[in-house]
């Protein structure tokens, strides 16, 4: 039996429709970028990393002149509904914490650190049951440099998967992969929100997205979609 292509189990769209729309895309309104944001998810597959024990990420908090240490973890976790502002990922719909792949990225991330002498806290998040991680854009940044982002130099099935494919075909699917991650590293945060929700729904068992800093080159940041139980991560601050 002939195992299926990538691009068989999940054709993108024909080329006419899916240039048509990245060329019209920054002249549609919010609600057609949604509806052809939302029929891209819908075709494109979503491949994740199953991220193992061991692995720890990083959160950091501004503290000012404060250097009283941080008496609860729920003062570095998500903040309140009420009173937290809306990020990258956030929505009405998904509660997100986000954390760094470094503790330089973690602080970098911050829109207040300026490298003067304040205060900051950093939360070490350490995994000890296995997550699924959807690295964005991580198709077509593995084709463009031959290592993903997340998967580093462990990106030979990536490979395979885009090698075992028509060429002419497998451009289309990397084009949408590259232009989904573009679309979620936008300045434009009701499309970068828009984008995560229909990930989240089109995969429940994705609650985490992987996405490069645009504060710290090289650096990752990761949107954790809160849980009712959060188990899978512990946590410790510095």
């Known amino acids: 039996m002939t195992l299926k292509t990538i691009i068989e189990q999940f054709p993108p769209l024909s080329v006419d429709e899916l240039v048509t729309g990245i060329n019209n895309f920054p002249q549609y309104n919010i609600a057609m970028k949604k509806?052809?944001?939302?029929?891209?998810?819908?075709?494109?597959?979503?491949?994740?990393?199953?991220?193992g024990e061991g692995s720890s990420y990083y959160r950091a908090r501004y503290m000012?002149?404060?250097?009283?240490?941080?008496?609860h973890v729920s003062k570095i976790l998500c903040p309140p509904k009420e009173i937290r502002s809306?990020?990258?990922?956030?929505?009405?719909?998904?509660?997100?914490l986000y954390a760094a792949s470094s503790k330089n990225t973690a602080l970098n991330e911050l829109k207040n650190y300026n490298n003067s002498f304040n205060y900051y806290t950093i939360a070490t998040f350490r995994i000890y049951n296995s997550i699924k991680v959807l690295p964005i854009g991580e198709l077509s940044h593995t084709q463009v440099t031959g290592r993903g982002m997340l998967l580093g130099n462990q990106s030979q099935s990536i490979n395979k998967l885009i090698n075992a494919c028509n060429p002419d075909e497998v451009t289309r699917l990397l084009i949408t992969d590259k232009f989904l991650s573009d679309s979620l590293m936008s300045d434009n945060y009701n499309i970068t929100s828009y984008v995560a929700n229909c990930i989240f729904e089109k995969n429940s068992d994705i609650y985490v997205i992987a996405y490069p800093s645009k504060q710290y080159p090289g650096g990752i940041n990761f949107a954790i979609k809160k849980q009712s139980d959060m188990g899978s991560l512990r946590h410790k601050c510095s």
């Open 64 to 71: 000012g002149n404060d250097a009283s240490p941080i008496d």
């Open 35 to 51: 509806e052809f944001l939302a029929k891209l998810i819908k075709h494109h597959p979503l491949l994740y990393v199953d991220w």
């Open 86 to 96: 809306y990020g990258r990922i956030d929505s009405d719909e998904n509660e997100i």
